[in-house]
């Protein structure tokens, strides 16, 4: 066990806590460096995608684990930042121009998001968010001078100051890693400061928040500007990444996937993000398999147990039947949310905590560490 | 004029006049006690004096300040806190973020400032942690630093509740019902720091409380109400001997 003396209010301030903070994720970060020397070029593109799914991961935490304000709303911001990068970027503007001013409009529009959702909580705060994102999908569609529609719209190759940075180069996946440390610094930042606890005071109690002097409108429409504009620095590195996009692939199942990455990951802690979206991204692979591989195996191993050739040939149509279904994805995804709400509340995150402390514990750890006593009622009448 | 004033004020929910044309002053250094049966409306008083209820009639004053108007989230600032009786605290915070959320009313660094975690960001959060430190010292709340809310013992919230009040460094602190639901050791800390945080701080309190033993040892003034209008005020003895607040007591 580490015991930690504290003799300096500096030392609560600090991100990195102690010493053995520092290795790890000095480690870590040569690690993530060293990466793209060491791995192929299929995994390589699968990792920046866990960038790009667990800065939009940040941005979510931000809004729902910190201020407590849920949304399905996600994949429009991401749309925002995206073809405000592809239509700046086709009008000869630079990347450092059209970055920071995507991240400017997004964060705009979700401030603008923001206002009516003061009057909304829960799920009704849901419903606004994707009615929303349906209104920006259909505006992507119709306005086909700036987005050309349904027809989708090509991303060049982005270009820094005259360097091209290929969507499959390294430089590329270095982009996507500092836009990620960034964000989780700005969180980090954000959560030691005023601004930040001012989110969690709204998200615990919002009655004690305003008599302890926030004001729940304005810090509300901070984090969903906030929140927004991370979330499309995100959508210019998908679009540049993507090279194409279209309409369709900023859908409400596409804010599922980002819930998803907070619920799986924890919303509480900004490590959630980048454990949930290494979750996601790579399920979908895995997803892929399951459609492909599962009934051929299934198949084999049925006539290795004895079935007629027929028989085993009719199982396989069955399960990729099943596994092609339209909406299995969803369904799948449904029930892996399920699981993760009734048996790991705090998700990926929350789980590694437990198993840290049990080795740091060992052999004293009980069970009931991380159950949540619940004292007293709140009653709604006295507040 | 008096240090803080309620000037006729009333509450309609629906019929039921929650708060009936109630009038009070309390002085400066004061510790001013409201009592009274159940559903009497004292909360609802504590709730009008933060803003979080609109009146139907009747004004507010503190330091000669009309605040009848004055937006809820501004209220800390001109320097009243208060806590609340089923406890409002930030439950799946530390001890210590919802202290420092105590100290938002004085809050200076702007948004850009704190994302970048600026230098003068870091001197107003040790600023700010100091004055905490202070009140955990006074409160003797030291070993709950950096203990979740969640998991803290029902007693010890109460007094984090004083505590993140006391943060916010008020000249009028409003206490609901601060002994509800402690033993009796733990009533007798309370009394001693309801005293202190007069004598100490100087800082007035008005307080709503059902245990009678309390409120004799530490209320300089005493107002009892029942259905939302003012039966007595007066010394506490002089409030407890009035016909009227013993028939009420009674139910007669
Ligand atoms: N938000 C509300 N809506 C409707 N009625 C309310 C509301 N808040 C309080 N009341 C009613 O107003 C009356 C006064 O309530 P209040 O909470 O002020 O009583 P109290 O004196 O604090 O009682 P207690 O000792 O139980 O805390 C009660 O009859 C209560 O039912
Ligand atoms: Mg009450």
């Known amino acids: 066990m580490r015991f930690v003396f504290k003799t300096d209010y500096d030392q609560d301030i600090r991100l990195l806590k102690h010493s053995g903070y520092w290795w790890s994720y000095g480690v870590l970060l040569a690690a993530l460096i060293a990466f793209p020397y060491l791995v192929g070029s299929y995994l390589q593109s699968q990792i920046v995608f866990v960038f790009i799914y667990a800065i939009v991961g940040v941005a979510l935490i931000i809004l729902t684990g910190f201020t407590g304000q849920a949304s399905l709303g996600h994949a429009a911001f991401l749309a925002i930042g995206a073809y405000t990068a592809g239509f700046l970027q086709s009008q000869g503007i630079s990347f450092i121009v059209y970055f920071p001013a995507a991240a400017i409009i997004t964060g705009a529009v979700g401030a603008m998001v923001g206002f009516p959702a003061l009057r909304l909580s829960g799920i009704y705060l849901v419903i606004a968010t994707i009615a929303f994102a349906f209104i920006v999908e259909e505006i992507l569609a119709r306005w086909e001078s700036v987005t050309h529609g349904n027809e989708g719209m090509r991303v060049r190759t982005l270009d820094f100051l005259g360097q091209p940075v290929p969507r499959d180069g390294d430089a590329f996946y270095f982009l996507c890693l500092l836009v990620l440390v960034g964000s989780i610094l700005l969180a980090l930042n954000l959560l030691r400061s005023p601004t930040g606890r001012a989110f969690i ?67 509480f802690g900004v490590h959630g993000a980048v454990l949930g979206a290494i979750f996601i991204v790579m399920v979908d692979p895995f997803l892929t398999a399951l459609k492909d591989d599962v009934p051929v195996l299934g198949a084999s191993l049925a006539s290795s147990l004895g079935m007629s050739s027929e028989g085993s040939g009719k199982l396989r149509d069955t399960m990729s039947a099943i596994g092609s279904a339209a909406g299995l994805k969803g369904a799948i995804y449904g029930l892996i949310i399920m699981m993760f709400i009734l048996f790991e509340p705090y998700g990926l995150y929350g789980r590694w905590l437990k198993v840290k402390l049990f080795f740091q514990l060992f052999p004293l750890y009980k069970k009931a560490t991380f159950k949540r006593q619940k004292t007293y009622v709140k009653s709604e009448r006295n507040r | 004029m008096s240090f803080f004033t309620v000037d006729s004020i009333s509450l309609q929910f629906g019929g039921l006049k929650a708060v009936d044309k109630v009038s009070f002053s309390v002085e400066k250094g004061e510790i001013f006690t409201i009592i009274g049966p159940n559903g009497a409306g004292k909360t609802s008083i504590f709730n009008l004096i933060s803003r979080l209820y609109d009146p139907t009639s009747g004004k507010l004053f503190f330091e000669g300040r009309d ?89 010890v919230r109460k007094v984090v509740e004083v505590a993140r009040a006391l943060c916010s460094e008020p000249k009028l602190i409003l206490l609901d019902e601060p002994s509800s639901g402690l033993n009796v050791e733990e009533t007798d800390d309370m009394s001693f720091w309801i005293r202190d945080i007069r004598t100490e701080l100087g800082v007035t309190v008005l307080m709503v409380e059902h245990d009678m033993t309390l409120v004799n040892r530490v209320s300089d003034r005493v107002l009892a109400l029942n259905y939302g209008k003012v039966l007595a005020s007066g010394t506490p003895a002089e409030v407890q001997a009035h016909p009227d607040v013993i028939a009420a007591y009674l139910g007669a």
Not at chain 1, 206 to 229: Q, R, W
Not at chain 2, 76 to 91: D, S, V, W, Y
Request: charged share 20%; proline share 3%.
């Open chain 1, 201 to 267: 005071a709204i998200r615990d109690s919002e009655t004690a928040a305003k008599s302890m002097g926030i004001d729940l409108a304005g810090y509300k429409v901070k984090s969903f500007a906030i929140s927004a504009a991370l979330t499309g620095m995100a959508g210019v590195l998908f679009a540049h990444k993507m090279s194409f996009i279209s309409p369709e692939m900023f859908t409400l199942l596409l804010s599922i996937e980002f819930i998803m990455v907070i619920i799986i990951g924890g919303a």
């Open chain 2, 67 to 155: 605040i009848t108007e004055v937006p809820a989230h501004q209220i800390a600032k001109l320097g009243i806190a208060r806590t609340f009786q089923n406890i409002e605290l930030f439950e799946n915070a530390t001890m210590l973020a919802n202290l420092l959320v105590g100290r938002h009313c004085h809050a200076t660094t702007q948004l850009w400032q704190e994302i970048l975690f600026l230098p003068s960001v870091r001197r107003a959060e040790k600023e700010h942690r100091r004055k905490v430190e202070e009140v955990i010292e006074f409160l003797d709340l030291q070993a709950y630093r950096e203990k979740l809310i969640a998991g803290l013992p029902y007693g």
